[in-house]
């Protein structure tokens, strides 16, 4: 069979090559009877657009690359998710890897961009000092997102100092005094949450009780359930748990559970991400939230400016963050 062409599409829908070509790329606004139009011809002729000869013309691929710490989780599938939603509705093919800590594959990323064997890379390192993108580096078109701030690229994140003072301000707010910190690991999200989990108690005039920010190997709810077991084996019942994510949030309800204890009128648990499954945990969870539409969009926005003009200047946008009061916490009277 021969393949059809613009040509042909555009013959059969009586409109020019350069309408279909700006319905199939929706690049520019055609009215919605001349759409209709177009689109009846594309599926008549079972039209598929050659890329390959595409990114000839323009240099392009159509095709981006994300890359997440660990797509294990139930945030990175969320994310991922707003990713490609948003790409889809740009025109873009969206690459979809997993990088760890590996300092190798992100370099690999960076010279997949650099070959132009994709057009650009949103990229979320898990720390500055591992993560490929330093200074002195040639750069292909990149976004970060996530905590770690490097002031040579374009940089999308949510306040986490903010958003962890905060959610631990609602739990002092309500009377949790012996407060607990679950997470603790050598990553740049790890350290500011820990910095807004010290200025709340601080702020506050509170003990940061010794052994009581818990170190945790993965952010997962196995590791939560196991750090937060643990714990309890050598620690009494504190008033609250601040968790990192809400897997690990999802981990420490169980460990919790499991010692005989009940949340929330035992002691308190806060989460930080909220996942769609944090509404439906049992009880349903506190926690930090921001739009990860935005996140995504503001990102994809920021990368295609950069493939546009790679010589603008260097942007750094927040997303906002609130928190959602759930039935996880509750106000505690002196003890």
């Known amino acids: 069979m021969v393949r059809a062409t613009v040509i042909d599409v555009a013959r059969l829908a009586g409109v020019s090559p350069k309408t279909v070509s700006n319905v199939v ?12 139009r177009v689109e009846q011809a594309l599926a008549e002729l079972d039209y598929v657009p050659n890329l390959s000869a595409r990114g000839l013309r323009n240099g392009r691929t159509g095709v981006i690359a994300l890359a997440l710490p660990d797509l294990s989780t139930p945030y990175s599938a969320e994310v991922a998710h707003h990713f490609v939603k948003s790409a889809t509705e740009r025109g873009w093919s969206i690459q979809i890897e997993e990088t760890g800590i590996d300092l190798k594959r992100e370099e690999q990323l960076l010279s997949t961009a650099r070959a132009h064997l994709v057009d650009g890379l949103i990229l979320n390192p898990v720390l500055l000092e591992t993560t490929a993108v330093q200074r002195g580096v040639s750069l292909p078109p990149v976004v970060l997102i996530g905590e770690v701030d490097q002031p040579i690229a374009d940089h ?35 350290r500011l949450r820990l910095q807004g989990f010290h200025e709340a108690m601080d702020l506050a005039g509170l003990e940061r009780i010794p052994g009581w920010e818990i170190s945790c190997a993965q952010w997962t709810a196995q590791g939560g359930a196991q750090a937060v077991t643990e714990f309890l084996q050598h620690h009494p019942a504190p008033d609250a748990i601040v968790c990192l994510t809400d897997s690990l949030a999802l981990g420490a309800l169980n460990a919790v559970a499991s010692a005989g204890l009940r949340v929330p009128e035992d ?15 049992v009880p349903s969870l506190t926690t930090v939230s921001f739009d990860k539409h935005e996140l995504a969009d503001a990102a994809l926005t920021l990368l295609g400016a950069r493939i546009r003009d790679r010589d603008r200047p260097i942007e750094r946008i927040t997303v906002p963050h609130t928190i959602v009061r759930r039935a996880s916490t509750t106000a505690r009277g002196p003890r």
């Open 25 to 36: 790329n929706g690049t520019v606004t055609v009215s919605p009877k001349t759409r209709a």
């Open 156 to 190: 999308v994140w949510v306040d986490n100092v903010a958003a962890m003072r905060e959610v631990t301000q609602l739990l002092i707010a309500e009377g949790h005094r012996r407060i607990a910190f679950l997470g603790v690991m050598n990553s740049a999200s790890s």
């Open 267 to 281: 002691l308190s648990i806060v989460g930080y991400d909220d996942v769609p499954e944090a509404a439906f945990m």
